[in-house]
């Protein structure tokens, strides 16, 4: 992720320019542009706040916004103390992380780096990796455990990768490209989702063959309106990037237009690609179609033409639409839908890179270098993520903390620890410990009419 962690690279002296951009100096640095951007990607959290909000049912709507601030709130302060100086901090030509610039010590801002500017932008990034995982653990995980594992995943996994892809890491100068994280931080999301809501397992009843008890999403209009706000904060996200002045003018554009068109591109195909399946609209396929693709195209949004976004857009949204058939198909209960969204087309951008890519990839005639590279990076991340992920979850639940109890789970979390619900039907009942087929339908064609929503908690 060479463009990514370009704007400062801690104690080490400046590498040679990898990919199209070139090396800025510091006089072409605009750092008020990497403020601002850092600023935007802070709201972004309310994107996905609401996305998962509306994505649960609504008895544990309220717990997963909680999760989702105390992810950001965890992820500000584990990057002030370690985070940043893990990533940024010098290395001691171990290759492995930073061990300087921690909580704050020795950080400079002069014309030749702001370690407080680039602060703002890295841990508004950092946290953003951390509420998508959030959604993986819905309506199942503690907040104890959740708050552990995001202070694990932000301060230590991801800022192991972050300092690893820095123009001058060792994973970068291997020939791994990675514009703005789409192996680095939606792939790696998504595998530690992957991990997490394999080992919780399933919310208790989902995939029971003997009820019929609903696991509607609580709003998909909640979901559509956190998917245009995470759009809206993508722009800022991959453009703050480009952070060069009048040097960059040109990368500045393409790298929006390009986010535009693939954003736009997988919200529409999504959407028809459902009407198709399903002979019917969906709220959830637009929306997802759109992060689907801002992920994808996260890989190369500098290097690539606009038709090329088109095509990252449009496999994007088939990509998404196979997956989320797949996923329920085989048991993983994914609420978010974490894994088709930021796994698997995380996934999908870093090798198409291999392909599309301007100055290395194979139409361009550049051979299969980059593809092995794209490759060999995904698997050096699945394998990073997974391991220290698998290995937090394990002691979590060797203490008995890592999910809720049954109780909690059949109540719903907002009823049983955050005070009462975020929403409350007037007709609603409770759900109760297993809804047999043949009661569920007696009891909804007695209530014709009625409003009453059987088991829908």
Same mark, same amino acid.
């Given at each position: ?167 001058? /890491? =060792? @994973?970068?100068?291997? $020939?791994?490209?990675?514009?703005? %994280? #789409? ?7 998504? +595998? !530690? ?39 809206? /904060? =993508? @722009?800022?996200?991959? $453009?703050?990037?480009?952070?060069? %002045? #009048? ?7 393409? +790298? !929006? ?201």
């Amino acid at each position: 992720m060479g463009h990514l962690f370009r704007h400062q690279e801690g104690d080490a002296a400046p590498p040679p320019a990898v990919g199209n951009i070139p090396a800025p100096q510091a006089s072409t640095i605009d750092y008020d542009w990497i403020l601002i951007s850092g600023f935007i990607i802070v709201l972004t959290q309310v994107g996905f706040a609401f996305i998962e909000a509306g994505s649960v049912r609504y008895k544990n709507s309220q717990s997963i916004v909680i999760k989702v601030i105390l992810g950001l709130f965890l992820t500000i302060l584990i990057w002030w103390l370690f985070g940043y100086g893990f990533s940024f901090g010098y290395d001691f030509q171990t290759n492995f992380m930073g061990g300087t610039k921690l909580g704050g010590y020795n950080w400079e801002a002069t014309q030749f780096g702001n370690d407080y500017t680039n602060f703002v932008f890295r841990a508004s990034g950092a946290a953003i990796a951390v509420s998508v995982l959030s959604g993986a653990a819905a309506e199942r995980m503690t907040f104890l455990a959740w708050s552990i594992l995001a202070i694990v995943y932000a301060g230590f996994i991801y800022a192991g990768l972050a300092h690893w892809t820095l123009a001058s /890491g =060792w @994973l970068t100068t291997l $020939g791994y490209k990675d514009f703005s %994280g #789409a192996g680095v931080v939606f792939f790696a999301a998504g +595998v !530690a989702g992957l991990v997490v809501t394999v080992l919780l397992k399933p919310r208790r009843f989902r995939f029971d063959p003997n009820t019929t008890l609903q696991f509607q999403r609580h709003s998909p209009i909640y979901i559509a309106f956190g998917s245009i706000l995470v759009f809206a /904060g =993508w @722009l800022f996200y991959n $453009g703050g990037i480009v952070a060069q %002045g #009048a040097n960059s003018k040109y990368t500045q554009g393409l +790298v !929006a237009v390009n986010t535009l068109v693939a954003g736009a591109t997988g919200g529409f195909f999504a959407f028809i690609i459902r009407y198709f399946q399903y002979e019917t609209t969906s709220l959830v396929a637009l929306s997802r179609g759109i992060v689907s693709a801002l992920v994808a195209v996260s890989a190369a949004t500098d290097d690539m033409k606009p038709w090329t976004a088109f095509i990252y857009g449009l496999l994007a949204a088939v990509f998404y639409s196979v997956l989320a058939k797949v996923i329920p198909k085989v048991h993983i209960d994914d609420p978010v839908e974490v894994v088709p969204v930021f796994l698997g087309n995380g996934f999908l951008g870093i090798f198409l890179s291999a392909f599309f890519d301007t100055k290395a990839g194979i139409i361009y005639g550049f051979g299969g270098k980059l593809l092995g590279m794209q490759l060999l990076g995904l698997l050096i991340i699945f394998v990073w993520v997974a391991f220290f992920v698998l290995i937090t979850l394990l002691i979590l639940k060797g203490f008995g903390v890592l999910r809720i109890d049954s109780e909690t789970e059949s109540v719903g979390i907002d009823k049983a620890q955050c005070l009462g619900e975020a929403i409350v039907f007037a007709n609603q009942v409770d759900e109760a410990p297993l809804i047999q087929k043949t009661e569920l339908v007696q009891l909804g064609n007695s209530q014709i009419g009625s409003g009453f929503r059987p088991g829908f908690r």
